[in-house]
Each structure stands twice: as structure tokens, then as C-alpha cells.
């Protein structure tokens, strides 16, 4: 699991820098808002991601509160809607996998 929490972690990392040089600031937030009207579809792709954040949230703060690393958890809750899965791979690099 250490090596899927990495293989995730330089994934969104290097897809992330990668799309910001393609489509830096304010036509980033204009392609967001494109998947949001895209057809039915876009809307049930944007629930999905937020309904898989906070089940990555719930499960990071049921193990935090079972392990004492709330502040790690609560840390990488905040950055989950910026990085989306990034944030839940830490947590699992420095809490679980330690």
C-alpha cells in the first residue's frame, strides 16, 4: 500500500504540473466550470469526486482518532479540495504506513 500512496502521490503531482502549464489561472477555473455544464454527465463526474473526498476524509479521521494523528489527518483534509487524492496518500505515507 506505501508504493500505491507514491505511485498516486508523483502521479497527481506531475499530471497537476503538467496541467497547469497547459492551462494556467483563470482558464482553469473556466474548464472547471466546463465539466460542471457538460451534459448530466459532468455533473455526476463533479459528485462523484466530492462523495469519493469525503469518504477519503471520514476514513482519515476515524484511523486518526483511533491512532492519535488528528492534527495529520485534519491537515490533510484541508488540501483535499485543491489536490483531490494527493492529500489522503500523505496521510497514509505518514500516518498508516510509519
Not at 35 to 59: N, R
Not at 72 to 96: E, K, S
Request: hydrophobic residues 65%.
Amino acid at each position: 500500500m506505501t508504493a500505491i500512496a507514491l505511485v498516486v502521490l508523483v502521479a497527481v503531482a506531475a499530471i497537476s504540473v503538467w496541467a497547469f502549464r497547459r492551462r494556467p489561472g483563470d482558464l482553469a477555473g473556466k474548464d472547471f466550470m466546463h465539466v460542471w455544464s457538460f451534459s448530466p454527465w459532468g455533473k455526476q463526474f463533479m459528485v462523484d469526486f466530492w462523495g469519493l473526498e469525503i469518504m477519503l476524509a471520514l476514513w482519515m479521521v476515524s484511523h486518526a482518532l483511533a491512532h492519535g494523528s488528528l492534527g495529520v489527518a485534519v491537515g490533510c483534509i484541508v488540501f483535499m479540495p485543491i489536490f483531490g487524492a494527493m492529500p489522503a496518500a500523505v496521510y497514509w505515507l505518514f500516518a498508516v504506513g510509519s
